[in-house]
Nanobody, 123 residues
Framework: QLVESGGGLVQAGGSLRLSCAAS????????MAWFRQAPGKEREFVAA????????NYADSVKGRFTSSRDNAKNTMYLQMNSLKPDDTAVYYC??????????????????WGQGTQVTVSS
């Protein structure tokens, strides 16, 4: 089970930190990712992190502003979001897949998903 938290309402230029807590799995066996979906739009890739946390990749739209990390001892992944923009408004989801497969930017590549947490950035 994956459970996101940390979403909320923030002004443009502000920061939020999302968490994704995993249970019922061996967390270090999984590569993880963040996706987001705004109303009327398709789910899009935000960031991914490999099983150890030593390798990350980001969508161009968030590069330099968002940082993904994980703590395998706490079974938790994080997304630090800085310099938020109104275009970042969306429901944010975490996703997991076997570490053997590595990370992917395609949502169809992930079989396990959280329920999502709303992030709203006001202008």
């Amino acid at each position: 089970q994956l459970v996101e938290s940390g979403g909320g309402l923030v002004q443009a230029g502000g920061s939020l930190r999302l968490s994704c807590a995993a249970s019922g799995i061996t967390f270090s066996d999984y590569a993880m990712a963040w996706f987001r979906q705004a109303p009327g739009k398709e789910r899009e890739f935000v960031a991914a992190i490999n099983w150890s946390g030593r390798s990350t990749n980001y969508a161009d739209s968030v590069k330099g502003r968002f940082t993904s990390s994980r703590d395998n001892a706490k079974n938790t992944m994080y997304l630090q979001m800085n310099s938020l923009k109104p275009d970042d408004t969306a429901v944010y989801y975490c996703a997991a897949r076997s570490r053997i497969l590595g990370t992917s930017e395609k949502p169809t590549g992930y079989p396990y998903w959280g329920q999502g947490t709303q992030v709203t950035v006001s202008s």
